[in-house]
């Protein structure tokens, strides 16, 4: 069942697509809220399937970046909610749109390709480690905290543990020995470092 | 026969382990003798002490055509259980164990010194924690039932408290899986790799079983004896 997190202002809206949503044994909406306080640890603590999103909650600053400033992982598909104008700048963004006119059949239609889609997105994405990722998981066999983590590099330890999450999904290692024995194997860093 | 066969206290032992292979791990854990013609599972259990009925919901547990229900959780015989897991525990220290180290330094020996002894370090500190898993059953929960058995209660412990214990032992064998599977790339050992994932995937597959006996069948047995 796939888990799907809600963030719409209008109650009534909410209230309906959930309705809707739940209708379907395939999903359920686990997570909805109004605004976007704490949607970044929400997002990072719950890792929902389908995150439904209502662009006009989007503040000017996260108007370039929404998964970025939501941590919303790039194999999350992210639905818009629409029913006022926003440009494409932002809704390119998105995966798909969900209008304000669409009936029950063609949203659960539009959420079903979504998951087919990504089940597929994922088999060919790229498992290779980001530069910053490398990094990072060099900090980790050498057996650094997050926190000590977040301080090296000037990031937050949000963004740490959303780097740890990737590195993890990448490469298919869960323990810090796992990852240490892989930074070796690729020669990222030598046994003495770890000594 | 097919593997999903439900295993009856009627049959013939000497059946049962062509139905699944592991069935013979079970019969050797419960301390039984290959060797017994065509006896039944009863007749045989009978000679070796054993108590049919626990023997087959044990051979049982794994398959998905038939589920534990209550009637298979009866106490009496719960110190043959205890006896079959730390059998089971012993087999793991003396075979399963010592088999995949030796397999790790087969392999790891074609690679450079960094990955041998990353390999080496890993397995060794698996292989510590997984003693310190064991050990913690050995020296306190299974004391602690052998004490419920004879009437002694141990207000500190209960086997909730067992059940918060499984930690990342089974992670640490999945990572190693994938780091042969996905990122040991010399093609000449294969068959060192080969004989490695071999290994694991047995020693997986053991400790699953062992996991869903203690789960499905040694807790709920415990919480029962707890309220008695």
């Not at chain 1, 006009?56 to 996260?62: C, Y």
Request: aromatic share 8%; net charge negative; glycine share 4%.
């Amino acid at each position: 069942m796939k888990k799907i997190m809600i963030v719409e202002p209008s109650p009534i809206v909410q209230e309906g697509l959930k309705r809707i949503i739940e209708d379907t044994p395939e999903f359920s909406v686990e997570w909805s809220f109004y605004d976007t306080n704490r949607l970044k640890e929400h997002c990072l603590s719950h890792n929902p399937d389908i995150v439904i999103f209502n662009p006009s909650l989007i503040g000017q600053s996260a108007r370039n970046s929404i998964r970025h400033t939501f941590e919303i992982d790039d194999t999350t598909p992210l639905v818009a909610i629409v029913y006022s104008f926003f440009d494409n700048e932002i809704l390119s963004q998105f995966d798909t749109e969900i209008g304000i006119n669409d009936n029950n059949t063609r949203i659960i239609n539009k959420l079903q390709t979504l998951k087919n889609d990504t089940s597929s997105k994922t088999k060919t994405e790229s498992e290779t480690l980001s530069d910053r990722e490398n990094e990072i998981l060099v900090a980790i066999a050498q057996g650094l905290t997050n926190k000590e983590i977040a301080e090296k590099y000037y990031i937050s330890i949000h963004t740490v543990i959303s780097h740890r999450k990737n590195i993890v999904k990448k490469t298919g290692i869960k323990t810090v020995s796992g990852l240490t024995v892989y930074a070796l194997l690729n020669n990222l860093i030598s046994y003495d470092d770890i000594e | 026969m097919h593997k999903n066969t439900i295993i009856s206290v009627d049959m013939k032992m000497a059946d049962i382990i062509h139905i699944d292979l592991y069935n013979l791990f079970i019969i050797n854990r419960f301390g039984i003798h290959l060797g017994f013609g065509d006896k039944t599972i009863e007749e045989v259990c009978k000679n070796e002490n054993v108590d049919p009925r626990l023997f087959v919901t044990v051979c049982n547990i794994n398959n998905s055509t038939k589920s534990i229900d209550k009637t298979d959780i009866h106490t009496e015989h719960i110190l043959q259980l205890v006896n079959f897991l730390k059998n089971s525990h012993d087999y793991y220290r003396k075979i399963r164990l010592p088999e995949v180290k030796r397999s790790i330094f087969n392999l790891s020996k074609f690679y450079d010194a960094n990955t041998e002894k990353a390999l080496g370090h890993f397995f060794d500190e698996y292989i510590r924690e997984f003693k310190n898993h064991i050990e913690y059953e050995e020296n306190t929960v299974f004391p602690y039932i052998k004490g419920l058995c004879d009437g002694v209660r141990n207000d500190d412990f209960s086997i909730n408290k067992f059940e918060d214990h499984h930690d990342n032992i089974e992670e640490k064998l999945g990572d190693l899986k994938n780091i042969i599977i996905k990122y040991m790339s010399k093609p000449e050992h294969d068959l060192h790799k080969l004989d490695l994932l071999d290994k694991l995937f047995q020693l997986q597959d053991d400790l699953n079983r062992h996991t869903m006996i203690e789960d499905l069948l040694l807790t709920p047995m415990v919480s029962k004896l707890e309220t008695l």
